[in-house]
């Protein structure tokens, strides 16, 4: 008997939601909260027709702790999964503290004021969490999350040693519209922004925003220009496995969004500095988001492919070795199964997996603050196959993007 409460019902609130009912021998009571009401509504009515199970819903402004503590108290589940915004990270720890229930969630806190992507403010809750013996674990979507359960799958199964770890991220997917991000906007804006960094050699190479580049050659898909960001896993990793020499996170963009993107730098719409508009103060990148395609109306007629993999060098029994581990995901199938795009689907299907590790799996439920990679990854590479995220991997094979 496990009572799950799943907040935030935006893209990827809707995937962990029908995912979690699809699996309602493990998740046996579900509750879908979010600021707005009536967008839970929507998903439960889908969820009703397309599985057949009843999950209930709520509102509540993950902002504030007291709301969600009588949320919490009222509903008494075991655990939550906080698929909000990452701005609501900290707030949901609390409450989770306060009424002694499991936390997961997607995206690391950041304060909304500084676009600053670091696990210090929630690695800072590995006491508390310890102490009330209770588990959180960050950032089980797929980057983070996957992206790290297959640089910990490699590093147990693979190499003796790690040395060089790529992410390697694409969407080739169509959905119309002129420009739109496939995630919240505002936080996709916040990083992509923000200068690129990447671990060489014992310290972080900061980088102007998207100024490294090349043609990265995806399985299935082909080669897609590729751009050099800071993404959070980073951190964890080079932590976690400290033989590498080097860690870069690659994605992909097309021209077209690019140039929107300098577009909207130039006239000032990415700022997040509060400027005075009609007597309010707006921010404007508040205001872009208020206007931009929301992430969730984007699958009805969303068509390719992602993928997402890790490729690594390293060293096995006093060899060479290279490794590499992906998955690509339809956007159209994940419409038909769920309705929702694949950028949704490949974080909300990690995020119900972590969950359901967390409430079946010994190995997976330990007091204090985890990141993936600090796991078993082995159940965890067997449900991405079970629940619609197969992988595949290479190993000392012609590699996406060469050394
Ligand atoms: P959306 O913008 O579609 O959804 C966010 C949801 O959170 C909305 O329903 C919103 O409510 C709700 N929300 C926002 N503020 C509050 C609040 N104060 N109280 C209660 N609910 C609130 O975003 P996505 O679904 O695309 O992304 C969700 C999360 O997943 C983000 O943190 C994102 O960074 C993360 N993510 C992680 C990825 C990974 O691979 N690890 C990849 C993609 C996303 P309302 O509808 O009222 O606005």
Not at 16 to 37: D, P
Request: glycine share 8%; proline share 5%; net charge negative.
């Amino acid at each position: 008997m496990s009572k799950v409460l799943i907040i935030g019902a935006g893209g990827v609130g809707g995937v962990v939601a029908h995912k979690c009912a699809m699996n309602s021998h493990v998740f046996t009571e579900i509750m879908l909260a979010s600021r707005t009401k009536s967008k839970c509504d929507k998903i439960a009515a889908d969820i009703k027709e397309m599985h057949g199970v009843t999950i209930q819903t709520a509102a509540v402004d993950a902002d504030i702790v007291a709301e969600l503590v009588v949320l919490i108290k009222s509903f008494q589940p075991k655990m939550v999964i906080n698929v909000a915004l990452p701005y609501q990270d900290l707030t949901i720890m609390d409450a989770c503290l306060e009424t002694g229930i499991h936390y997961l969630d997607t995206a690391n806190y950041e304060p909304k004021d500084v676009a600053k992507f670091e696990y210090s403010w929630q690695w800072a809750y590995q006491e508390r969490f310890k102490e009330a013996g209770l588990m959180a674990l960050l950032g089980c979507g797929f980057d983070p999350g996957v992206t790290q359960v297959f640089t910990s799958f490699a590093n147990k199964h693979q190499f003796d040693e790690m040395h060089y770890l790529d992410i390697i991220d694409c969407n080739a997917g169509n959905h119309g519209k002129a420009f739109a991000t496939n995630f919240n906007p505002e936080i996709n804006i916040r990083e992509i922004t923000q200068p690129g960094r990447y671990w060489e050699n014992g310290e972080w190479v900061e980088i102007p925003a998207m100024s490294i580049h090349k043609p990265i050659d995806y399985p299935g898909i082909g080669p897609k220009e590729s751009y050099v960001l800071y993404h959070e896993e980073l951190e964890s990793l080079v932590k976690n496995f400290p033989t590498l020499k080097r860690a870069r996170f690659w994605m992909t963009f097309g021209q077209a969004y690019l140039t929107h993107l300098e577009v909207l730098q130039n006239v000032g719409m990415t700022s997040i500095a509060p400027i005075k508009f009609q007597g309010m103060d707006i921010v404007p990148l508040e205001f872009l988001k208020a206007v931009l395609p929301p992430p969730d109306s984007l699958g009805e007629n969303y068509t390719g492919q992602t993928s997402i993999g890790c490729q690594i060098k390293g060293i096995k029994d006093g060899q060479d070795k290279t490794y590499y581990v992906w998955n690509n995901c339809d956007h159209a199938e994940c419409w038909k199964e769920v309705r929702a795009q694949a950028v949704s689907y490949t974080t909300g299907v990690p995020a119900m997996i972590g969950a359901m590790l967390m409430l079946t799996n010994a190995d997976w439920m330990k007091a204090g603050v985890w990141n993936c990679e600090e796991l078993n990854p082995d159940p965890f590479m067997d449900l991405l196959n079970q629940h619609g995220l197969p992988w595949h991997e290479q190993i000392n094979q012609p590699l996406p993007h060469e050394y």
